[in-house]
């Protein structure tokens, strides 16, 4: 698949909100500020395609991007989360949208989860993986920001969150990224081209 076809398409609230349940998507998930928008962004070649660095607060939307209009392939951007600024009240509604769209999405191939490579797993992380977990959906996680790392402790991070997530191995594949140096592009989009593929 060509990911730099992709273009915005629509935004939903809610999952009733959301375009058709039809074709074949992937989303991207990820604690706010771990680089969900740069490592869209990236795999997309495109500089502003899911904006980075929102505003903590803002109203969370799903953001749908088509890869071509007749493919009926979609990359859907999830709502960042985990700002502690946010009222508990908004946090748990959010909450609530994430785990509606992940358990009734029929067209939903594959879970793409962003870490930063310096605090993988988070309790936010665990919980995606644990909604995942519950449909058999397969996770691929990217530990990204690779590049603030040497490079033998990026390996031993990356080590580490599989030996974690060891009981998951059938559904769950951990690689490093970096949207900075355009470093696990091509593993990742291999991933993405399994599960939007047929
Ligand atoms: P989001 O909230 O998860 O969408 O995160 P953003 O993509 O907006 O990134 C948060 C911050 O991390 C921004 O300041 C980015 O420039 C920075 N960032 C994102 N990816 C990378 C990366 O691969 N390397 C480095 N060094 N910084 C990154």
Redesign the pocket.
Same mark, same amino acid.
């Given at each position: 698949l060509n990911y730099q076809t992709a273009r915005f398409l629509t935004s939903a609230p809610t999952l009733a909100q959301c375009p058709p349940d039809e074709g074949r998507e992937v989303a991207f998930a990820?604690?706010?500020? /771990?680089?969900?928008?740069?490592?869209i962004n990236t795999l997309t070649q495109q500089k502003a395609l899911?904006r980075?660095? =929102?505003t903590p607060g803002r109203t969370q939307l799903i953001n749908f991007f088509s890869l071509g209009e007749e493919t009926g392939r979609r990359l859907v951007d999830l709502p960042?989360y985990g700002f502690a600024k946010v009222p508990e009240k908004v946090k748990l509604e959010w909450q609530r949208h994430l785990g509606e769209y992940l358990r009734g999405r029929a067209c939903l191939a594959g879970l793409v989860l962003?870490m930063d490579v310096r605090h993988p797993l988070t309790e936010f992380d665990q919980m995606m993986l644990g909604w995942a977990d519950e449909q058999s959906m397969p996770v691929h996680i990217l530990l990204? =920001? /690779?590049? =603030?790392l040497k490079s033998g402790a990026a390996k031993s991070a990356l080590l580490q969150v599989r030996r974690r997530l060891q009981e998951w191995e059938d559904l769950v594949s951990v690689q490093l990224?970096?949207?900075? =140096?355009r470093e696990g592009v091509e593993e990742a989009r291999v991933r993405l081209d399994g599960w939007l593929a047929e």
């Amino acid at each position: 698949l060509n990911y730099q076809t992709a273009r915005f398409l629509t935004s939903a609230p809610t999952l009733a909100q959301c375009p058709p349940d039809e074709g074949r998507e992937v989303a991207f998930a990820g604690r706010s500020n /771990a680089g969900k928008s740069s490592a869209i962004n990236t795999l997309t070649q495109q500089k502003a395609l899911a904006r980075t660095s =929102k505003t903590p607060g803002r109203t969370q939307l799903i953001n749908f991007f088509s890869l071509g209009e007749e493919t009926g392939r979609r990359l859907v951007d999830l709502p960042g989360y985990g700002f502690a600024k946010v009222p508990e009240k908004v946090k748990l509604e959010w909450q609530r949208h994430l785990g509606e769209y992940l358990r009734g999405r029929a067209c939903l191939a594959g879970l793409v989860l962003v870490m930063d490579v310096r605090h993988p797993l988070t309790e936010f992380d665990q919980m995606m993986l644990g909604w995942a977990d519950e449909q058999s959906m397969p996770v691929h996680i990217l530990l990204t =920001k /690779a590049d =603030k790392l040497k490079s033998g402790a990026a390996k031993s991070a990356l080590l580490q969150v599989r030996r974690r997530l060891q009981e998951w191995e059938d559904l769950v594949s951990v690689q490093l990224f970096s949207a900075l =140096k355009r470093e696990g592009v091509e593993e990742a989009r291999v991933r993405l081209d399994g599960w939007l593929a047929e």
